[in-house]
Nanobody, 122 residues
Framework: QVQLVESGGGLVQTGGSLRLSCAAS???????MGWFRQAPGKEREIVAA????????YYSDSVKGRFTISRDNTKNTVYLQMNSLKPEDTAVYYC??????WGTGASQYTNWGQGTQVTVSS
């Protein structure tokens, strides 16, 4: 069973940047990967997703143009570069691995990390 460990979260001011990392204990080659987030009192939502080779990506409208997802299959790591952060980006961010291709639905993702807290102060 693969383990996913997120890191890089923290407290940042509005307009700041953070880079999240997701390290997998097993190879992630051939698997779609995604970043989700969940704010207090809200449902978990997709933030970004990337296919196995990195050639295709998806971003939610709320982060498009500000966040960038990438992956390094040689390091079994996925990244989420977050720029121009806003208070509404405050949430716990989760990394996930899909075993059914890649997509935007949480049900497509089988393996999940424990999450990393991102807090953006106004």
């Amino acid at each position: 069973q693969v383990q996913l460990v997120e890191s890089g979260g923290g407290l940042v001011q509005t307009g700041g940047s953070l880079r999240l990392s997701c390290a997998a204990s097993l190879r992630i080659f051939n698997y779609g990967m995604g970043w989700f987030r969940q704010a207090p009192g809200k449902e978990r939502e997709i933030v970004a997703a990337i296919n196995w080779g990195g050639g295709s990506t998806y971003y939610s409208d709320s982060v498009k143009g500000r966040f960038t997802i990438s992956r390094d299959n040689t390091k079994n790591t996925v990244y989420l570069q977050m720029n121009s952060l806003k208070p509404e980006d405050t949430a716990v961010y989760y990394c996930a691995r899909s075993t059914t291709g890649w997509g935007t639905g949480a049900s497509q993702y089988t393996n999940w990390g424990q999450g990393t807290q991102v807090t953006v102060s106004s």
